[in-house]
């Protein structure tokens, strides 16, 4: 059971179809929103999955826009709502990863269209009111309901074609947010079972799909876990583990989920001294009794990067990173020094086990 004496809890609106296929669906859900000018969204490596979902529409389709990009640049966004109102967009259909439904969020932010999402990552941005954007090289994160899109449709068939290590670190990048849901200051009782659920999705999952790429109930089973954990992120404060992913994506321009992946176990190694008894359930999912070493572990089995120096962080650039991360601290479980940080990211950047 996971009471909790005192919580808050608030439902969010969001209409969610799970099932192979179910992409077919989008022109059905369009007329549902009440909407007929749908623009399609991706980017560029998925231009031929927007042009397909484009016929799949048909008519209701009045444009493709291929040009999202990595953390939501602001001069693309721009382009992109140029676009939307030549064509007289009344929706957008967002065909992508975390990068392009960034970009049907910014277009909503706007524009206040309203937003269908058909994730090919296991990100989970598409549902959250999260968003964030670049300008000028510097990345602002904003949290607006305006930009939480209406329906979500995870169809099994699209994430077969995520290659393997993409796989497994876009995987590891969703389970962060539930490990650090688990220890949340507002978290609630729903937010740690969909945390559960949703690791225990993907630790039953994962393996199987290493196994095959193509086995579709795993893949399903994959999505589902990416829902639930992106759900937590939409609902709790997050801590230290995203606060020095976000200080490594923003300032050392490391790849998203790769860096989840690795910074993961350290954080939650570290973690765990002040929060033994919330992480519980990473130890009983993953094995062992110390959950940093049991994230490490799962990670090393599937393959993922170890290490901050496979990724490409300089190891003269830790210090800043260090000085960095403490400047402008989350919340986190316990308070942590700069000189603790500078110590886990050495341990994260050797790839070593953390401590
Ligand atoms: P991504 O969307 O950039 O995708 C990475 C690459 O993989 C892209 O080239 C994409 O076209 C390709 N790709 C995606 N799905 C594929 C598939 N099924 N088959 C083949 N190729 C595929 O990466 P991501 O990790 O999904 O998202 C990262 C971005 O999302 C970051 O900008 C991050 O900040 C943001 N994000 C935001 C939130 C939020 O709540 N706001 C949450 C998580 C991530």
Same mark, same amino acid.
């Given at each position: ?172 990048? $969703?389970?962060? #947010? /539930? @490990?650090?849901?688990?220890? %949340?200051?507002?978290? +609630? ?7 559960? =659920? ?58 998203? $989920?790769?860096? #989840? /992946? @690795?910074?993961?176990?350290? %954080?939650?190694?570290? +973690? ?7 992480? =519980? ?68 950047? %050797? ?5």
């Amino acid at each position: 059971m996971h009471f909790q004496p005192e919580f808050a809890f608030e439902g969010q609106p969001v209409r969610v179809r799970f099932a192979p296929g179910v992409r077919r669906c989008t022109g059905e859900e369009i007329a549902r929103l009440g909407c007929s000018r749908a623009l399609v969204l991706s980017t560029p490596p998925q231009a031929d999955a927007a042009m397909e979902m484009a016929q799949e529409i048909g008519d209701a389709a009045v444009g493709v826009f291929t040009k999202a990009a990595m953390h939501t640049p602001v001069a693309i966004t721009e382009e992109a709502v140029q676009h939307a109102r030549y064509v007289r967009a009344d929706c957008v259909v967002a065909i992508g990863g975390g990068s392009t439904t960034g970009l049907g969020k910014a277009i909503a932010l706007r524009t206040e269209l309203p937003q269908i999402v058909i994730p090919t990552t296991y990100a989970g941005s598409e549902v959250t009111a999260i968003l964030g954007q670049t300008e000028k090289g510097e990345k602002t994160t904003i949290t607006d309901p305006k930009v939480r899109p209406e329906v979500v449709l995870y169809d099994a068939e699209l994430v077969r074609s995520l290659p393997v290590a993409m796989t497994v670190t876009s995987a590891l990048n $969703a389970m962060a #947010h /539930a @490990v650090e849901g688990l220890y %949340a200051q507002n978290r +609630n009782p729903v937010s740690t079972l969909m945390a559960i =659920e949703g690791l225990e999705a993907f630790a039953a999952s994962l393996p199987d799909v290493m196994r095959n790429p193509h086995d579709l109930e795993a893949r399903g089973a994959t999505l589902y876990g990416a829902w639930l954990c992106g759900t937590v992120l939409g609902q709790v404060g997050m801590a230290l583990h995203h606060k020095l992913c976000h200080t490594l994506g923003g300032s050392f321009d490391l790849p998203h $989920a790769e860096t #989840h /992946a @690795v910074v993961l176990a350290h %954080a939650i190694g570290f +973690n765990a001294r002040a929060a033994g008894r919330e992480l =519980e359930p990473v130890s009983r999912i993953f094995g062992g009794d110390r959950p940093g070493q049991a994230l490490y572990d799962f990670a090393k089995s599937l393959g993922a990067p170890l290490g901050l120096r496979e990724i490409g962080m300089k190891e003269a650039d830790l210090p800043r990173a260090a000085d960095l991360a403490a400047a402008k601290p989350y919340w986190n479980p316990q308070p942590v020094s700069r000189d603790e940080i500078l110590k886990l990211l050495e341990a994260a950047w %050797a790839g070593d086990p953390p401590a």
